[in-house]
């Protein structure tokens, strides 16, 4: 089978499958397949190297891969037809994703984007679920997997119907935090240059209205902004401004930055 492939833009990736086995292990659903079953899986798999903006995979494109993600983030997009996004997830490795549209064979229902320079393990998705057919525990951990997107699909949903500009800017700035956090004496500094533009697009609301939440919570003083980078002096600031059912749930799925060193 293949061992790389040429990315999306067309450069030839410099690492191969073998040189990602290690990465590839780190993720629970590889980790748990019998070794027989995952060695067999990445005869199949091809190696995409993304450059931050790039797009792994698009709406509509034919469900045929799973996506493993080995080094980087990336963020999952809806979009409608008028042309609006609004980010569902973000994924930072090791994760994979694409598994839901292969189980139900339908067309992909939204696009991912890379926030960084990402490498990303293509895996044939017939190969895939044939694996998953004969091989009970790494089912069983694909089964978790997808049952915690759902829980936060679920909720994104409902926050984007019921909660207001403000409180989902605070919990897309934990998000980001979970990702990109880096403390230090004088809090923890979002470590990922976002534009009012960017958060906007996130939040599928305009870039006034962050620029509004945003003067708002500097003026307050715990936040501030530098080079491009927002500090948090106050995490729970942050928090208190999100939506407690949010934080419960990232709480039960241990997705809450992290708040030491």
Same mark, same amino acid.
């Given at each position: ?118 490498? $990303? ?17 790494? +089912? ?61 697009? +996130? ?19 715990? $936040? ?38």
């Amino acid at each position: 089978g293949p061992l790389w492939t040429t990315s999306r833009q067309g450069h030839v990736p410099s690492m191969r499958v073998q040189d990602l086995e290690p990465a590839l292990l780190q993720n629970r659903v590889f980790a748990r397949m019998v070794p027989a079953h995952f060695k067999a899986l990445l005869a199949t798999a091809e190696v995409m190297e993304v450059a931050r903006g790039e797009r792994v995979l698009e709406e509509a494109d034919p469900s045929q891969h799973l996506y493993a993600l080995t080094h980087g983030v990336v963020g999952v997009f809806y979009s409608s037809t008028a042309g609006a996004d609004v980010l569902v997830k973000i994924f930072g490795a090791p994760a994979v994703f694409g598994e839901m549209e292969l189980v139900h064979g339908q067309p992909r229902q939204e696009y991912v984007e890379a926030f960084e320079d990402c490498v $990303v393990v293509r895996v044939n998705g017939r190969a895939f679920m044939d694996t998953l057919q004969k091989d009970s525990g790494a +089912c069983f951990v694909m089964l978790q997997d997808v049952a915690a997107r759902l829980c936060i699909a679920a909720y994104n949903e409902r926050a984007l119907a019921f909660l207001d500009a403000p409180t989902r800017l605070a919990g897309l700035f934990l998000s980001f935090l979970e990702a990109y956090g880096q403390p230090g004496d004088d809090g923890i500094t979002l470590g990922y240059k976002l534009t009012y533009d960017m958060l906007a697009r +996130c939040l599928g609301v305009t870039a006034r209205s962050i620029d509004r939440t945003m003067t708002t919570w500097m003026e307050e003083g715990w $936040v501030r902004r530098s080079k491009g980078l927002y500090t948090f002096s106050a995490l729970e600031e942050l928090e208190r401004r999100s939506d407690p059912e949010g934080l419960a749930l990232f709480s039960t799925l241990g997705l809450l930055p992290h708040r030491g060193g």
